[in-house]
């Protein structure tokens, strides 16, 4: 069977997990066969490099690029992402067309019950700077290691006991099925900028693919998660900078956008909110960009090129 669209994917079995889970939507919103859609796996450079953390490599890029060339290049009529794993600043011959309604934005904390739980002094991994940050705000006298690794290697660095703890995020857990660690609420540990969001992106020109992504499309969860990204673009962050945002859409229709900005070390640390109308949500996160930069120490603002 030839198939109706081809989504290119990373191979790891998370991005596995969600593409077939983009596919089977596709298949169900424009009654194909199963089998439709097809998976065109791709080994990308931030899968293959998994000694050093992406900052010192190139970043969020190395998730998107080879993902990218094949869709670029046709062999690939869209690409499915993690979200938060996607480059505010996009090419613009690709779109993000479509994202799945959104599943929960929460961290889990691996091998404690709680951040209080973990004994003093002890090693935390996370290859995260906003992890790291808060983490070290809520308990400074714990020690931050890099780790790397699909979920299985790094659930398995716990049991090892290389490691006394890690995060990793609970939709990424509840997609592949493993019920495992202590949720930890967005009022203490805000999530990344896209976080619990599969996003689909094609080219800009293909008009064909587009109105076949459109139908999966949940507004709501592209709106908010279009807001995170304005956010992170307007503070100029990289992937050095510890950032978090969290959009909600409230029941009035208006979009709450809450956002903090941390120092390396979590020692400094501003934080506000802001709500916008429909049509008014990057011009309302760019101004929250521009609030949270002004009242930033310079340990913040160095980090951050939208100072």
Not at 37 to 45: D, F, I, K, N, P
Not at 276 to 283: D, F, K, L, R, V
Request: glycine fraction near 8%; include cysteine; hydrophobic fraction near 45%.
């Amino acid at each position: 069977m030839t198939p109706r669209l081809i989504l290119g994917t990373r191979a790891s079995p998370l991005a596995l997990a969600q593409a077939r889970q983009t596919a089977a939507a596709l298949e169900r919103a424009h009654g194909w066969v199963p089998g439709s859609v097809a998976l065109h796996e791709v080994r990308t450079t931030g899968d293959r490099i998994q000694d050093r953390p992406l900052a010192e490599v190139g970043g969020k890029a190395l998730w998107t690029k080879e993902l990218d060339q094949f869709l670029l290049q046709g062999a690939t009529h869209a690409s499915v992402h993690s979200m938060k794993d996607v480059e505010s600043e996009r090419p613009e011959a690709l779109a993000i067309a479509a994202c799945l309604p959104r599943a929960d934005v929460r961290d889990r904390l691996i091998g404690a019950s709680s951040l209080d739980s973990i004994s003093a002094g002890a090693t935390v991994g996370t290859s995260s700077p906003r992890r790291t940050a808060q983490l070290l705000r809520l308990r400074p006298d714990l020690q931050a290691t890099s780790i790397r690794g699909n979920v299985a290697t790094r659930l398995n660095r716990v049991a090892n006991g290389e490691v006394a703890a890690t995060f990793l995020a609970a939709a990424g857990l509840d997609r592949l099925g493993i019920d495992e660690g202590c949720p930890l609420e967005p009022a203490e540990f805000l999530p990344a900028p896209g976080q619990a969001c599969i996003a689909i992106e094609c080219r800009s020109d293909d008009s064909a693919t587009r109105a076949l992504l459109d139908a999966i499309d949940h507004r709501p969860t592209h709106r908010a998660v279009s807001a995170e990204r304005a956010f992170a673009r307007a503070v100029g962050g990289s992937c050095h900078s510890p950032v978090a945002a969290l959009a909600l859409i409230e029941g009035d229709e208006r979009l709450w956008l809450r956002a903090e900005l941390l120092s390396t070390d979590g020692a400094d640390r501003v934080a506000g909110e802001v709500r916008a109308s429909a049509g008014e949500e990057e011009a309302a996160a760019q101004a929250l960009a521009a609030e949270l930069l002004g009242r930033a120490p310079t340990s913040i603002r160095m980090l951050f090129a939208g100072a």
